[in-house]
């Protein structure tokens, strides 16, 4: 039996990565237009860059965090984002978003793209903090998820677990940054090479 | 005295860095487009990214040396460039690249920019190394550049105290990348930002 669907594009982003939130607003409407759908997958900046690369995080590398709080808000500003979180204030915890995306991804499939908006958006344009999981929690739900059963879900065993192992799976992909998209084996980096991912569908790469 | 002048763009970069190369070719056009000049200034990774930012060499980065070995490929595709040296060689020493620059910057202005592209043509269409004065002496010098004055002039202590001030300066205005490019105090980095240069020109900011 012969495959007709074209594969979809992988997306990676870390919740807690202003650039993995832009390109989370473009990236359907790229992929769309050429047929192609997405899989979104949550990774760890902390272990890619931090522990893999042996990097420093970034609002914590001298000369480069004056320069991304400017680009940030200057990105922010020329798509017409609302952009509510101060760009110097402590970052929180990735992990319980980490977890309830992999979680809601494995049990409620349909539901983890709507989550992984929510929680872009409530980190990002409203400037919430997600450190627990009764922050995640808190945000403004899709349809069909249970706040309760959602904060059980990421405080569980299962939750932790299965984000290690898609961070695992992500590191063994060359996945280090966010956002990161790769269309049929080809990876790109950075919310600024989304007009080269277009164009890589339009042309069939070159 | 009114200046009617609008100020040059200024245009930061490193001879060894491939992405400075890729700048390096469409810099000018973009300018001129737009009424302005084009200030270029070598700098040091060496000294901004290792020394300065705490981090390591973009090649000697787990995982990130893998994609900008496939990144500087793909761009070099994408724009009919030619690529002669291979990404993974060990790069030259970009002191007598940088020292000639600003020597030739101060004693021969107008020769400053055709010397730049003459480097990076060398270093990155040919794949040549300029670890040496001799190799840098050796390139296609621009027309009244003479080979042994400029030899002599990369081994005295004038180029060493020029570049050496150059890239403190360069620090001081939070320069850390190449290519970064300053249009009336707003830094953008990474030639992939060149539409962006672009555009700000165009609008004025925003």
């Known amino acids: 039996m012969l495959r007709h669907m074209p594969s979809p594009l992988h997306f990676y982003f870390d919740f807690i990565s202003p650039y993995g939130y832009f390109a989370s607003l473009r990236i359907e409407e790229i992929a769309a237009r050429h047929g192609r759908a997405v899989e979104w997958h949550s990774m760890l900046l ?5 522990k893999v690369m042996g ?14 709080r400017l ?14 979180r101060d760009v110097d204030a402590p970052i929180f915890n990735p992990l319980p978003a980490g977890r ?46 249970d706040a309760d059963e959602l904060r059980a879900a990421i405080e569980g065993p299962e ?3 299965l984000l290690r192992s898609a961070v695992e799976a992500s590191l063994k992909q ?8 790769v ?8 919310v600024e090479r989304l007009p080269d991912v277009d164009e890589w569908l339009a042309r069939g790469g070159w």
Do not use: N
Not at 183 to 190: A, M, N, R
């Open 46 to 50: 902390g272990v890619s860059v931090l």
């Open 55 to 68: 990097l420093k995080a970034l609002m914590e590398t001298p000369l480069k965090s004056d320069y991304v």
């Open 71 to 84: 680009d940030v808000l200057r990105y922010a500003r020329k798509h017409g984002l609302e952009f509510g």
């Open 100 to 145: 309830a995306f992999h979680w809601v991804k494995r049990h409620h499939p349909a539901l983890a793209v709507p989550l992984a908006h929510a929680l872009f958006d409530a980190a990002w344009r409203e400037g919430r903090d997600l450190a627990t999981a009764a922050d995640v929690a808190a945000v403004h739900l899709p349809v069909g998820l």
């Open 159 to 161: 939750a932790a677990a």
């Open 174 to 181: 060359g996945i280090f940054g966010s956002p990161m998209i």
């Open 183 to 190: 269309v049929d084996g080809e990876p790109f980096w950075g």
